[in-house]
């Protein structure tokens, strides 16, 4: 949230920066300072909004006296001395960036940062290929860190009570309803399902493909989470745009086949649920017909 309010007063800083030269040039017929107390007002109220908004943790470490004095230290500064002006503006940028970083987990040294763009900015030559390979070398870095925060993330809410639960009440639930029925069979992936209906043909989607489908999503309470059915509409998308075991799933049917499935969490949406409804690690149930395949062109 630090950062939107960053980025707000870069932005703001050049909505003002833009704004003063049709000032000047409105002065002499005595709008300059309409416009300027406008701006001004405008301005204030749009990052009155935007602080408003960030937590109030975050509005503890940085008061509307210390936001003030910062821009009036900027107003009150040549504004002729445009390389500087351009310089505060990209600091600002900078260091926006660098505490969004941080907050992924990689602690920056803001030091480090300056004297390296110090160095390249000063440097006698600069090329294409060299601002290429720096890209390249960012962004793998970048998505280094960004892996590494998700993957933390994701053992915090692996290893939360809820997540634990979920997957074990799973395990038994899977291991019941095949103690009960024999019909049920489990994948090497560890997918279980049973064919209540077989389909006709040999024909089986591939991952290229897409499919119309009616399905019915629950949990193993029975708790309904999703259904087309319930829409009154088969469904139509993409086979590998799917949780993987809806689509090992659906890549062992044929046209007209109805399956009931057994997605442990594993397979399933994992510890990212996309609903509220539906837990950290918990296994899903689904009763799918395939009613078409559409093969990729």
Request: glycine share 8%; proline share 5%.
């Amino acid at each position: 949230m630090k950062k939107i309010l960053i980025a707000g007063l870069v932005a703001i800083a050049a909505t003002g920066f833009s704004s003063c030269g049709n000032s000047a040039q409105s002065a002499a017929n005595g709008l300059g300072d309409s416009i300027a107390t406008t701006l001004g007002t405008l301005n204030g109220s749009q990052l009155n909004l935007q602080y408003e908004m960030i937590p109030e943790a975050d509005r503890a470490k940085m008061s509307k006296d210390q936001i003030l004095a910062g821009i009036k230290y900027i107003m009150s500064l040549d504004t002729a001395d445009l390389g500087y002006m351009s310089g505060l503006q990209i600091g600002m940028s900078m260091l926006g960036n660098l505490q969004s970083l941080e907050a992924q987990g990689a602690k920056m040294d803001f030091k480090k940062a300056y004297a390296a763009f110090e160095a390249a900015f000063k440097a006698d030559s600069i090329n294409q290929t060299d601002i290429m390979m720096y890209q390249a070398q960012f962004q793998t870095m970048t998505t280094r860190l960004r892996e590494e925060a998700e993957a933390k993330i994701a053992a915090e809410k692996a290893a939360s009570p809820e997540a634990k639960k979920n997957a074990e009440d799973g395990r038994k639930y899977i291991a019941e309803q095949k103690a009960a029925d024999p019909e049920i069979k489990t994948t090497a992936s560890g997918l279980s399902y049973k064919v209540v209906q077989p389909g006709k043909g040999t024909t089986t989607p591939t991952d290229a493909d897409q499919v119309k489908v009616h399905y019915v999503g629950r949990l193993v309470d029975g708790t309904v989470f999703d259904s087309s059915v319930d829409r009154g509409a088969p469904a139509v998308f993409p086979v590998n745009a799917l949780v993987p075991g809806f689509t090992e799933a659906l890549k062992m049917m044929t046209p007209g086949e109805k399956m009931t499935v057994y997605i442990p969490g594993d397979l399933a949406y994992g510890v990212n649920s996309p609903s509220p409804m539906i837990g950290p690690n918990a296994t899903l149930v689904f009763d799918i017909e395939l009613i078409e395949i559409n093969p990729a062109n």
